[in-house]
Protein backbone atom coordinates (compact mmCIF):
# COMPACT_ATOMS: atom_id res chain seq x y z
CA UNK A 1 0.00 0.00 0.00
CA UNK A 2 1.17 2.85 -1.39
CA UNK A 3 -0.34 5.35 1.12
CA UNK A 4 -0.46 3.49 4.38
CA UNK A 5 -1.01 5.35 7.64
CA UNK A 6 -0.92 8.59 6.04
CA UNK A 7 -3.75 10.95 6.98
CA UNK A 8 -5.61 12.68 3.60
CA UNK A 9 -7.69 15.09 3.12
CA UNK A 10 -9.77 15.51 -0.15
CA UNK A 11 -11.37 18.77 -0.23
CA UNK A 12 -14.74 18.13 -2.98
CA UNK A 13 -14.91 14.69 -1.60
CA UNK A 14 -18.14 14.28 -2.98
CA UNK A 15 -17.44 15.20 -6.64
CA UNK A 16 -16.71 12.85 -9.47
CA UNK A 17 -13.00 13.68 -9.28
CA UNK A 18 -12.57 14.05 -5.55
CA UNK A 19 -14.69 10.49 -4.75
CA UNK A 20 -12.48 8.92 -7.04
CA UNK A 21 -9.19 10.21 -5.44
CA UNK A 22 -10.78 9.14 -1.62
CA UNK A 23 -11.35 5.76 -2.93
CA UNK A 24 -7.84 5.54 -4.40
CA UNK A 25 -6.18 6.92 -1.25
CA UNK A 26 -8.26 4.49 1.16
CA UNK A 27 -7.46 1.82 -0.86
CA UNK A 28 -3.82 2.26 -0.51
CA UNK A 29 -4.03 2.68 3.17
CA UNK A 30 -4.74 6.17 3.86
CA UNK A 31 -6.97 7.79 6.02
CA UNK A 32 -9.07 9.87 4.45
CA UNK A 33 -11.05 12.54 5.70
CA UNK A 34 -13.80 14.14 2.94
CA UNK A 35 -14.81 17.47 3.38
CA UNK A 36 -17.36 19.66 1.24
CA UNK A 37 -19.56 22.43 1.79
CA UNK A 38 -23.24 19.92 2.47
CA UNK A 39 -22.87 17.12 4.22
CA UNK A 40 -25.15 14.07 2.08
CA UNK A 41 -23.09 13.57 -0.43
CA UNK A 42 -20.12 13.06 1.32
CA UNK A 43 -21.73 10.08 3.51
CA UNK A 44 -22.51 8.13 -0.03
CA UNK A 45 -18.54 8.53 -0.55
CA UNK A 46 -17.97 7.29 2.82
CA UNK A 47 -20.15 4.42 3.17
CA UNK A 48 -18.75 2.99 -0.70
CA UNK A 49 -15.05 3.23 0.81
CA UNK A 50 -15.50 1.58 4.09
CA UNK A 51 -17.64 -1.15 2.53
CA UNK A 52 -14.11 -2.09 1.01
CA UNK A 53 -11.98 -1.56 4.63
CA UNK A 54 -10.83 1.89 4.34
CA UNK A 55 -10.84 4.25 7.14
CA UNK A 56 -12.56 7.43 6.31
CA UNK A 57 -14.23 10.20 8.25
CA UNK A 58 -16.96 13.03 7.08
CA UNK A 59 -16.19 16.83 7.71
CA UNK A 60 -17.92 19.92 6.30
CA UNK A 61 -15.91 23.08 5.60
CA UNK A 62 -16.12 25.96 2.53
CA UNK A 63 -12.46 26.13 0.67
CA UNK A 64 -13.14 29.49 0.44
CA UNK A 65 -13.51 30.89 3.83
CA UNK A 66 -9.84 30.06 5.22
CA UNK A 67 -11.33 30.20 8.75
CA UNK A 68 -13.43 27.07 8.01
CA UNK A 69 -10.67 25.65 6.50
CA UNK A 70 -8.34 26.31 9.96
CA UNK A 71 -11.16 24.67 11.94
CA UNK A 72 -11.60 21.72 9.78
CA UNK A 73 -7.54 21.14 10.08
CA UNK A 74 -8.25 21.53 13.74
CA UNK A 75 -10.93 18.77 13.63
CA UNK A 76 -9.01 16.63 11.68
CA UNK A 77 -5.54 16.85 13.54
CA UNK A 78 -7.83 16.07 16.96
CA UNK A 79 -8.59 12.89 15.48
CA UNK A 80 -6.16 11.83 13.13
CA UNK A 81 -2.72 13.66 14.01
CA UNK A 82 -1.12 15.65 11.25
CA UNK A 83 -2.23 15.54 7.92
CA UNK A 84 0.07 14.24 5.32
CA UNK A 85 -1.56 14.67 1.87
CA UNK A 86 -4.33 17.21 0.78
CA UNK A 87 -5.81 16.74 -2.36
CA UNK A 88 -8.67 19.85 -3.40
CA UNK A 89 -11.01 18.79 -6.17
CA UNK A 90 -13.73 21.60 -5.33
CA UNK A 91 -16.04 23.50 -8.05
CA UNK A 92 -15.01 26.81 -9.42
CA UNK A 93 -18.08 27.42 -11.11
CA UNK A 94 -16.88 27.61 -14.33
CA UNK A 95 -18.86 29.24 -17.75
CA UNK A 96 -18.21 27.01 -20.41
CA UNK A 97 -19.77 26.74 -23.74
CA UNK A 98 -20.06 30.88 -24.17
CA UNK A 99 -17.58 33.03 -25.98
CA UNK A 100 -15.59 35.41 -23.53
CA UNK A 101 -16.86 38.44 -25.75
CA UNK A 102 -20.45 37.31 -24.62
CA UNK A 103 -19.80 36.75 -20.93
CA UNK A 104 -20.18 39.58 -18.28
CA UNK A 105 -17.13 39.53 -16.41
CA UNK A 106 -18.52 38.14 -13.13
CA UNK A 107 -19.36 35.76 -15.03
CA UNK A 108 -16.02 35.12 -16.82
CA UNK A 109 -13.43 35.89 -13.75
CA UNK A 110 -15.69 33.50 -11.29
CA UNK A 111 -13.24 30.26 -11.70
CA UNK A 112 -10.23 32.45 -11.47
CA UNK A 113 -10.97 34.20 -8.32
CA UNK A 114 -12.83 30.84 -6.66
CA UNK A 115 -9.80 28.73 -7.65
CA UNK A 116 -7.12 31.18 -6.78
CA UNK A 117 -9.31 31.90 -3.36
CA UNK A 118 -9.59 28.31 -2.53
CA UNK A 119 -6.26 27.35 -3.00
CA UNK A 120 -4.94 30.22 -0.97
CA UNK A 121 -6.99 29.14 1.60
CA UNK A 122 -6.18 25.58 1.86
CA UNK A 123 -2.95 25.47 0.20
CA UNK A 124 -1.90 28.26 2.61
CA UNK A 125 -3.53 26.66 5.88
CA UNK A 126 -1.96 23.36 4.75
CA UNK A 127 1.71 24.41 4.01
CA UNK A 128 1.53 25.90 7.57
CA UNK A 129 0.51 22.73 8.98
CA UNK A 130 2.82 20.03 7.17
CA UNK A 131 6.08 22.42 7.23
CA UNK A 132 5.15 22.55 11.21
CA UNK A 133 4.64 18.80 11.24
CA UNK A 134 7.81 17.59 8.63
CA UNK A 135 6.48 17.81 5.79
CA UNK A 136 3.58 16.65 3.71
CA UNK A 137 1.77 17.00 0.15
CA UNK A 138 -0.14 19.17 -1.52
CA UNK A 139 -2.05 18.33 -4.53
CA UNK A 140 -4.85 19.70 -7.12
CA UNK A 141 -6.06 19.03 -10.58
CA UNK A 142 -6.21 21.31 -13.60
CA UNK A 143 -6.94 20.89 -17.15
CA UNK A 144 -5.62 20.27 -20.91
CA UNK A 145 -6.67 24.34 -20.91
CA UNK A 146 -4.30 25.53 -18.85
CA UNK A 147 -1.75 24.91 -21.90
CA UNK A 148 -3.63 25.30 -24.69
CA UNK A 149 -6.12 27.62 -25.98
CA UNK A 150 -9.91 26.49 -26.94
CA UNK A 151 -12.84 28.44 -27.81
CA UNK A 152 -15.79 28.98 -25.64
CA UNK A 153 -13.36 28.23 -22.28
CA UNK A 154 -14.79 31.61 -20.53
CA UNK A 155 -12.32 31.89 -17.40
CA UNK A 156 -12.00 27.92 -16.77
CA UNK A 157 -8.26 27.86 -19.17
CA UNK A 158 -7.39 30.95 -17.70
CA UNK A 159 -7.93 29.63 -13.62
CA UNK A 160 -6.08 26.30 -14.67
CA UNK A 161 -2.96 27.88 -15.66
CA UNK A 162 -3.19 30.99 -12.54
CA UNK A 163 -3.36 27.59 -10.07
CA UNK A 164 -0.76 25.48 -11.63
CA UNK A 165 1.68 28.79 -11.02
CA UNK A 166 0.37 29.14 -7.78
CA UNK A 167 1.25 25.83 -7.11
CA UNK A 168 4.58 26.59 -8.46
CA UNK A 169 5.29 29.70 -6.06
CA UNK A 170 3.30 27.59 -3.24
CA UNK A 171 6.61 24.49 -4.01
CA UNK A 172 9.80 26.74 -4.04
CA UNK A 173 8.63 28.04 -0.88
CA UNK A 174 7.59 25.15 1.37
CA UNK A 175 10.25 22.90 -0.39
CA UNK A 176 13.09 23.56 2.40
CA UNK A 177 10.13 22.17 5.21
CA UNK A 178 9.24 19.21 3.18
CA UNK A 179 6.26 20.04 1.62
CA UNK A 180 5.99 18.97 -1.97
CA UNK A 181 3.26 20.70 -4.41
CA UNK A 182 1.77 19.07 -7.55
CA UNK A 183 -0.90 17.95 -9.47
CA UNK A 184 -2.33 15.91 -12.33
CA UNK A 185 -3.52 17.57 -15.27
CA UNK A 186 -6.46 15.52 -16.53
CA UNK A 187 -7.94 15.33 -20.22
CA UNK A 188 -11.41 15.73 -18.53
CA UNK A 189 -12.92 11.60 -18.21
CA UNK A 190 -15.61 10.40 -20.02
CA UNK A 191 -16.62 8.49 -17.02
CA UNK A 192 -17.30 12.01 -14.76
CA UNK A 193 -20.77 12.84 -15.52
CA UNK A 194 -20.49 16.51 -17.15
CA UNK A 195 -17.71 15.11 -19.35
CA UNK A 196 -20.04 12.11 -20.02
CA UNK A 197 -22.95 14.38 -20.92
CA UNK A 198 -21.44 16.84 -22.81
CA UNK A 199 -20.21 13.43 -24.79
CA UNK A 200 -23.34 12.13 -25.33
CA UNK A 201 -25.22 15.61 -26.58
CA UNK A 202 -22.44 15.22 -29.30
CA UNK A 203 -22.64 11.63 -30.34
CA UNK A 204 -26.44 11.96 -30.23
CA UNK A 205 -25.91 15.65 -32.87
CA UNK A 206 -23.46 13.12 -35.04
CA UNK A 207 -25.63 10.17 -35.09
CA UNK A 208 -23.11 7.60 -33.46
CA UNK A 209 -22.68 5.79 -29.96
CA UNK A 210 -20.88 6.80 -26.90
CA UNK A 211 -17.93 4.44 -27.76
CA UNK A 212 -17.59 5.83 -30.92
CA UNK A 213 -17.69 9.35 -29.68
CA UNK A 214 -15.08 8.10 -27.52
CA UNK A 215 -12.74 7.56 -30.11
CA UNK A 216 -13.40 10.55 -32.29
CA UNK A 217 -12.38 12.11 -29.40
CA UNK A 218 -9.41 10.08 -28.82
CA UNK A 219 -8.37 9.63 -32.31
CA UNK A 220 -5.14 12.04 -31.79
CA UNK A 221 -3.69 11.15 -28.99
CA UNK A 222 -0.84 8.40 -28.71
CA UNK A 223 -2.49 5.99 -26.44
CA UNK A 224 -6.16 6.88 -28.86
CA UNK A 225 -8.09 6.66 -25.48
CA UNK A 226 -8.89 9.35 -22.64
CA UNK A 227 -8.13 8.62 -19.18
CA UNK A 228 -10.70 7.79 -16.69
CA UNK A 229 -11.20 9.32 -13.34
CA UNK A 230 -9.66 5.96 -11.40
CA UNK A 231 -6.74 6.44 -14.00
CA UNK A 232 -6.50 9.89 -12.83
CA UNK A 233 -7.08 8.98 -8.98
CA UNK A 234 -4.13 6.66 -9.53
CA UNK A 235 -1.73 9.55 -10.84
CA UNK A 236 -3.04 11.38 -7.81
CA UNK A 237 -1.80 8.37 -5.62
CA UNK A 238 1.52 8.12 -7.09
CA UNK A 239 2.40 11.78 -6.58
CA UNK A 240 0.97 11.95 -3.11
CA UNK A 241 3.47 8.62 -2.25
CA UNK A 242 7.16 8.65 -1.50
CA UNK A 243 7.56 7.45 -4.80
CA UNK A 244 7.38 10.76 -5.85
CA UNK A 245 9.72 12.30 -3.19
CA UNK A 246 11.97 14.04 -5.78
CA UNK A 247 8.83 15.74 -7.39
CA UNK A 248 7.55 19.40 -6.46
CA UNK A 249 6.55 22.33 -8.35
CA UNK A 250 5.73 19.90 -11.60
CA UNK A 251 2.62 17.64 -12.82
CA UNK A 252 1.31 14.38 -13.58
CA UNK A 253 0.32 14.21 -17.42
CA UNK A 254 -2.66 12.02 -17.80
CA UNK A 255 -3.77 13.25 -21.12
CA UNK A 256 -3.05 10.28 -22.87
CA UNK A 257 -0.35 12.60 -25.01
CA UNK A 258 -2.71 14.66 -25.94
CA UNK A 259 -0.24 17.56 -24.98
CA UNK A 260 3.33 16.35 -25.22
CA UNK A 261 5.52 17.97 -22.24
Known sequence: MLL???????????????????RAFAR???E????ARGRERLEAVADEIRTTGGKVHVGT??????????????????VSGPVKVVFSAIDWGDAQG???????????????ERGLKSWFNVGGVMAQHMGYHGGGVILGITANAAREAYTEMGGFGIACAAVEHFLRHLAAENGPKGVRCCWVRSPGSPDAPGVREAWLIHAREKGITFEEMHR???????LRRIASLAQVADA?????SDLASSMTATLANTTGGAQVD
Do not use: C
Open 216 to 222: EVARDTP
Open 61 to 78: ADALDRASVEAHLRSVNA
Open 28 to 30: EGA
Open 98 to 112: TPITDLHYDRFIMPV
Open 4 to 22: RDKVAVVYGGSGAVGGAVA
Open 32 to 35: VHLV
Open 236 to 240: AVLLA
